[in-house]
């Protein structure tokens, strides 16, 4: 089975703090994504990448850099945390496919910065 | 553009009575892929079904069904005779062929009452 995990389920932080959010996948995916969801908004994606080292932006990358040092590993960063990045942050990961492969989803992070 | 409309914000329905769950997408692209997702309480999105442009038959699993229509734009989940744990958000998501990402609905927030 394809596992999927994120860090912490529950981070509280101040404003203008770094916060690092990890994913990490266990099934050699090539592509891994960060999304972020709020009531009513559904999923966003906020990067995505497909390699070591590459990434995509996605719809809402601002306020955000991610890292990718290692094929299993997907790293969020918040480089200034503000209020109105509150949320709940969800890490998938697939296999190169062009869209028709599943991608599989951790169990996310909600993050309250105060 | 890519859109996927889910209409219905949140359902409600006595158990054993059946549900149906809207989704209705835009795209262009003549190749594309259309996904249901189930997010119970815990957090995790849980993949239920993956259909492709060129198949239009519906599937069934269990008390799980899926109807896709291509003249509609709509690929509907209906779950007979509900039961408390399909209590859950569902999302409905699209993804086209050349682009990695998918195309998130908002969601509808199934509640079975017992």
């Known amino acids: 089975d394809v596992k999927v995990t994120q860090s912490s389920r529950y981070l509280v932080k101040r404003t203008g703090e770094k916060v690092f959010l990890e994913c990490v996948q266990d099934?050699?995916?090539?592509?891994m994504f960060w999304y972020r969801q709020d009531p009513g908004l559904g999923l966003r994606l906020i990067y995505f990448?497909?390699?070591?080292?590459?990434?995509e932006k996605g719809d809402i990358p601002e306020g955000y850099s991610v890292s990718r040092e290692k094929k299993e590993r997907f790293s969020l960063i918040l480089e200034s945390a503000s209020t109105n990045q509150t949320s709940m942050y969800l890490c998938?990961?697939?296999?190169?496919?062009?869209?028709?492969?599943?991608?599989?989803f951790g169990p996310g992070t909600r993050l309250l910065v105060l | 553009a890519q859109k996927v409309t889910q209409a219905q914000t949140e359902i409600s329905v006595v158990e054993k009575e059946d549900v149906t769950l809207d989704c209705v997408y835009e795209t262009r692209d003549t190749t594309y892929y259309l996904f249901w997702y189930k997010q119970p309480p815990s957090g995790e999105l849980v993949f239920l079904i993956r259909r492709n442009s060129f198949d239009e038959q519906n599937e069934i699993s269990g008390r799980y069904s899926w109807n896709f229509q291509k003249s509609t734009s709509s690929f509907n989940f209906t779950i007979t005779a509900s039961q408390v744990v399909d209590s859950a958000v569902y999302f409905c998501?699209?993804?086209?062929?050349?682009?990695?990402?998918?195309?998130f609905g908002t969601g509808t927030r199934l509640t079975i009452i017992p």
């Open positions: 990448s497909y390699d070591v080292k590459m990434k």
């Open positions: 099934m050699d995916h090539e592509n």
């Open positions: 998938a990961s697939s296999v190169a496919g062009q869209a028709r492969e599943t991608q599989y």
């Open positions: 998501a699209l993804g086209n062929f050349g682009n990695e990402k998918l195309t």
